[in-house]
């Protein structure tokens, strides 16, 4: 046969093939039905293993074989997704809802960030808040959570990534700690300037103090002045506060120059990070299970099974519903060696049907789930320019 004759044939195939595939579909409905009736799970591991093996059995070859499984997984899991649909349909969720209303109650609440005043965690408290809230700083990030989940606050602002230095891990971890939710998030664009005493001068320095973040967002800067020794801190702004409490002329600190203003210390120097457009994302965290109504981002924790194509059927559900992944984060399981928790976040709305959808099926398929939160983001038109 000619190339034509080949691809009129593979043609014809392929038409069985969709007809037959849809024909299956309106079979998986019926059995999705049936398991809504009997209360009985979507996935039934030991009946798809046992089909696999029964399909691999059919094929001709080893390549054949191989590509059996991939396709016959692919359409399994294109079935359970038609039957995690049924099940929203009928009302499931996955540990929704959430309490919700048109805007986050903000007038006279209760906030805790970490660190001192003047660090970005306070100006991200400042900036996501205003002047409606009443502020309070603490020693630790663990001391944020906790102060949520005895009722001593009622909301705390963590940092969880900066866009040169990446993704603030711990805090990724206190999310699986605590029984609290994301209802926010803010951008603070970071700037740090050079501090030191009034009086002081650059060629006089020989100790910088910074948080380990900000001495490697300056790491340049800092490298051009290898005499200086590097010493780290809790946050930027303790540093500022330990400089202007050492009264030493030879000890400098990186932070802001608002925690510069604060302490009593002169700007040394400026430009002086890696980045320009350096900016760090800040949560604004509830023990509340709490949402906007305009909620337009959703953020989840869930852990796989550890064998091959797990995290990818995971994702699927993301794909095949239309939705947008906007991070993707992992973290070892204490314990458990090679092992991962993930920490994804994607576009969408609790009450929209394909989120719903997506959810379900992590939920279904997941060794462990959890919604983080569902809330509204505007980034690039939040970021503090000044």
């Known amino acids: 046969m000619d190339l034509g004759e080949i691809r009129k044939e593979i043609d014809e195939i392929d038409k069985e093939l969709a007809e037959g595939f849809q024909r299956r579909m309106e079979l998986c409905r019926q059995v999705g039905e049936y398991k809504l009736e009997k209360g009985l799970k979507v996935l039934d591991r030991g009946r798809e293993k046992e089909k696999l093996a029964s399909l691999e059995a059919m094929a001709d070859s080893e390549f054949n074989r191989f590509g059996l499984k991939e396709m016959f997984t692919q359409i399994m899991g294109t079935s359970r997704k038609l039957q995690y649909r049924l099940m929203a349909e009928k009302g499931a969720d996955a540990g929704l809802p959430f309490e919700t209303a048109a805007s986050l ?111 490697m967002q300056c790491s340049r800067y800092l490298d051009e002045h290898r005499d200086w020794e590097r010493r780290s801190t809790g946050n930027t702004a303790l540093s500022a506060k330990e400089v202007k409490a050492g009264n030493d002329p030879s000890c400098a600190a990186i932070a802001s120059e608002m925690a510069g203003e604060i302490y009593g210390l002169q700007v040394l120097d400026r430009g002086i990070m890696n980045s320009r457009g350096n900016t760090t994302r800040f ?86 789930f959890r919604v983080l939160g569902n809330y509204y983001t505007d980034k690039g038109k939040n970021i503090n320019e000044n």
């Open 105 to 215: 109650p903000k007038k006279g609440a209760r906030v805790v960030y970490q660190g001192v005043p003047g660090a970005y965690s306070h100006a991200a408290s400042v900036q996501f808040f205003g002047g409606q809230a009443r502020l309070e700083n603490v020693r630790t990030w663990d001391d944020a959570m906790k102060a949520l989940c005895a009722g001593n606050a009622d909301y705390a602002v963590l940092p969880i990534e900066n866009s040169s230095s990446g993704s603030v891990s711990e805090v990724y971890d206190l999310l699986v700690k605590y029984d609290n939710y994301i209802v926010g998030e803010t951008y603070v664009k970071v700037d740090h300037v050079l501090l030191g005493l009034p009086g002081a001068e650059l060629a006089g320095i020989r100790n910088v103090y910074s948080h380990p973040q900000g001495l």
């Open 283 to 368: 949560l604004v965290i509830s023990s509340r299970k709490f949402c906007e109504k305009a909620a337009n981002k959703i953020s989840v924790c869930f852990e796989t099974r550890h064998e091959d194509g797990a995290l990818y059927y995971m994702l699927s559900h993301l794909t095949y519903n239309g939705l947008n992944m906007l991070k993707l984060e992992s973290r070892p399981i204490l314990g458990r060696p090679w092992e991962f928790r993930f920490f994804a976040d994607f576009e969408g709305n609790i009450h929209e049907p394909a989120v719903k959808n997506a959810l379900l099926g992590i939920l279904e398929e997941a060794n462990y």
